[in-house]
């Protein structure tokens, strides 16, 4: 079965500052994956995603992704922080074709950021 | 942003009481959701729907019966409420059901049971 893991659960930046969000799956080949934001009271919207190709994802507001495949992960970055991105960031997996998890999404545990003025 | 909402936003209930969540959609798509969101476990699937009438369940589904008789609506409803089931609720749409397609999501319902 697919899982995944984010290793943070809590992170606090300084606005302005880099930003790196960890994800490890587990999947027996190359997953379907994905980043959602959830700003706060709000519903998850989706952020980027990769199904195969360019193993560097670019994002809606200014994120990207990097899939490599040898640490099976998937992290989120962002060159510089804003304030309005403080929320709570869910990485998720989708199975490919063939099997029973096909269709469905497992998701991390989340990560909130905390963006320091 | 994709035409979801569910009802009611806030609600507090008591242990064995019935609960029913609506989650209703102008979309038209045809694969809806259930997910609850707890903390340290991200969200899960309870149920989805792939049609009118036709469901099947997650990994979280016990304690939880769905229902879809219009394209628009599907239901959630906990027979008998228990504190365990206090949680945020999104409902989530897609137009297919494959892992390529983007399930949108809807603002969720905050239950708590006392």
């Known amino acids: 079965a697919q899982s995944v893991t984010q290793p943070d659960i809590h992170i606090t930046v300084s606005e302005g500052a880099s930003l790196e969000l960890r994800c490890n799956y587990s999947?027996?080949?190359?997953?379907?994956l994905f980043w959602y934001v959830q700003s706060p009271g709000q519903g998850l919207q989706l952020l980027l995603k990769?199904?195969?190709?360019?193993?560097l994802v670019q994002g809606i507001k200014g994120f990207e992704a990097e899939f490599k495949r040898s640490q099976s992960s998937f992290n989120l970055r962002k060159p510089s922080v804003h304030w309005s991105d403080a929320a709570e960031y869910f990485c998720?997996?989708?199975?490919?074709?063939?099997?029973?998890?096909?269709?469905?999404?497992?998701f991390g545990q989340g990560t909130i950021l905390t963006v320091h003025p | 942003d994709a035409g979801i909402t569910q009802s009611p936003r806030h609600k507090v209930t008591e242990t064995g009481t019935p609960v029913t969540l609506r989650c209703h959609q102008t979309e038209n798509h045809r694969y809806m959701y259930w997910y609850r969101q707890d903390p340290g476990h991200g969200l899960r699937l309870i149920h989805y729907?792939?049609?009118?009438?036709?469901?099947d369940k997650g990994e979280v589904s016990d304690g939880y019966s769905v229902s879809r008789s219009k394209t628009e609506d599907f239901l959630l409803t906990l027979e008998s409420a228990t504190s365990s089931q206090t949680s945020v609720y999104f409902c989530a749409i897609s137009g297919t059901f494959s892992s390529t397609d983007t399930q949108y999501f809807g603002p969720g319902t905050r239950l708590t049971v006392l």
């Open positions: 998720a997996v989708g199975a490919r074709a063939g099997g029973t998890s096909y269709g469905k999404l497992t």
């Open positions: 990769y199904f195969s190709g360019d193993t």
């Open positions: 999947y027996g080949a190359t997953p379907y």
């Open positions: 729907s792939y049609g009118v009438k036709d469901t």
